[in-house]
């Protein structure tokens, strides 16, 4: 009873409403309900399984320990038994199938109608963004990190973004978890999804493939804002004469000091 109270006690609302979501941070993009409820049924469905397995475990070594030194009597085949547990994997398989498709499906779904893009280049070591609205009568400003300043990327909240993933080098992967999204960026592809920022605030991200000796420093920053921050910092953007676009190697600014160029656009 002391030892309840004292954990109940020492559990914030914070830290109670993360044991809700199973770990998952807070959600922050309209993708939030469509992982979260995927993540926590499957959770559930865990739950359910290893609790059946656990306790078919322990009634049989109740039920049939060894009580003498009498051979147990050999039984060669159990036919409704044999189908129980070839047909049971199946079931459960085929549930968790069918509702990962379905939810995969609203997860990545693309509108093709966005209200903005950003072109993303992972590159070693550090982020590239693209910005493609029109500014000042200019198509496109860029922004990019270096090892010892991570990037910053931009976006408004409550309105859509399509991003295109690209790189010159090596496979990346950009995740922001707060997003609940992840998807790889890969040399010689471009990888697209969309999603719409819900919520204000600063938030990580980092990249989430091994991608070589300073794979750790390939972190940086969302900072969801209204609509007019958003503009004034693209027109910020602009007038650094950071217009156009950074496509990432020699055309980006990557690591100064660690034996890379630090290039324009």
């Known amino acids: 009873m002391v030892f309840g109270t004292l954990l109940l006690t020492g559990c914030s609302s914070e830290t109670t409403e993360q044991w809700k979501r199973l770990g998952l941070p807070e ?60 047909l049971a994997p199946f079931a459960i398989i085929g549930v968790l199938f069918y509702y990962t498709v379905e939810h995969g499906d609203k997860i990545t779904a693309m509108s093709n109608s966005s209200q903005h893009t950003v072109n993303v280049v992972g590159q070693q070591w550090q982020w590239t963004f693209n910005y493609k609205d029109t500014v000042d009568g200019q198509q496109g400003v860029w922004e990019t990190g270096t090892m010892d300043k991570p990037a910053t990327l931009w976006l408004p909240v409550n309105e859509s973004v399509e991003f295109t993933l690209t790189s010159p080098d090596v496979i990346h992967s950009f995740w922001v978890p707060s997003f609940y999204f992840k998807l790889d960026v890969i040399p010689g ?37 209204n609509r007019d921050e958003y503009d004034a910092h693209l027109r910020e953007l602009a007038a650094k004469g950071q217009t156009g676009a950074a496509t990432g190697g020699s055309d980006a600014t990557t690591i100064p000091g660690h034996g890379e160029q630090e290039g324009g656009k």
């Not at 919520?199 to 750790?216: M, Q």
């Open 27 to 86: 959600g922050a993009s309209d993708r939030t309900e469509a992982v979260r409820s995927l993540w926590i049924g499957a959770w559930i469905a865990a739950l359910i399984t290893g609790v059946l397995v656990w306790a078919l475990i322990l009634y049989v070594v109740v039920r049939y320990r060894k009580r003498n030194d009498d051979a147990p009597r050999q039984v060669r085949y159990n036919l409704p038994l044999e189908v129980l547990y070839t």
């Open 189 to 225: 592809r471009t990888n697209k999804f969309e999603l719409t920022p819900t919520k204000t605030g600063i938030f990580a991200g980092k990249c989430a493939e091994l991608c070589g000796l300073y794979h750790s420093r390939m972190v940086f920053t969302v900072n969801v804002v």
